[in-house]
């Protein structure tokens, strides 16, 4: 069993920079694939960003260029630095992971979630 609990939300101007954490229990968390979703108000929640045990990356379009996935093993933690942010990026952010070295962009494949961090972007 993996829990993981997000931090780093909160108000930004458009423009602005963010870096989300997510601190996840275990002892075995460095052979999991972890990754971040994102859901707006009114949509359904979408891939933002994905790193495999071995530390490839995936991203969505929408943030390919302006966000950075990476991860501390040591400290079991999972980062998404974001830079560049527009105001639709506002939306609450999930942590998630999969018990699986390879990362996947899919919100079904993955077994643990947090409960999510608020990152609101104003104009």
């Known amino acids: 069993q993996v829990q993981l609990v997000e931090s780093g939300g909160g108000l930004v101007q458009a423009g602005g920079s963010l870096r989300l954490s997510c601190a996840a229990s275990?002892?075995?968390?460095?052979?999991?694939?972890p990754g971040w979703f994102r859901q707006a108000p009114g949509k359904d929640r979408e891939f933002v960003a994905a790193?495999?045990?071995?530390?490839?990356?995936y991203y969505a379009d929408s943030v390919k260029g302006r966000f950075t996935i990476s991860r501390d093993n040591a400290k079991n933690t999972v980062y998404l630095q974001m830079n560049s942010l527009k105001p639709e990026d506002t939306a609450v952010y999930y942590c998630?992971?999969?018990?699986?070295?390879?990362?996947?962009?899919?919100?079904?494949?993955?077994?643990?979630w947090g409960q999510g961090t608020q990152v609101t972007v104003s104009s």
């Open positions: 998630a992971a999969r018990p699986y070295g390879v990362a996947s962009m899919k919100e079904e494949s993955y077994n643990y």
């Open positions: 275990g002892r075995t968390f460095s052979l999991y694939a």
């Open positions: 790193i495999s045990s071995g530390s490839n990356t």
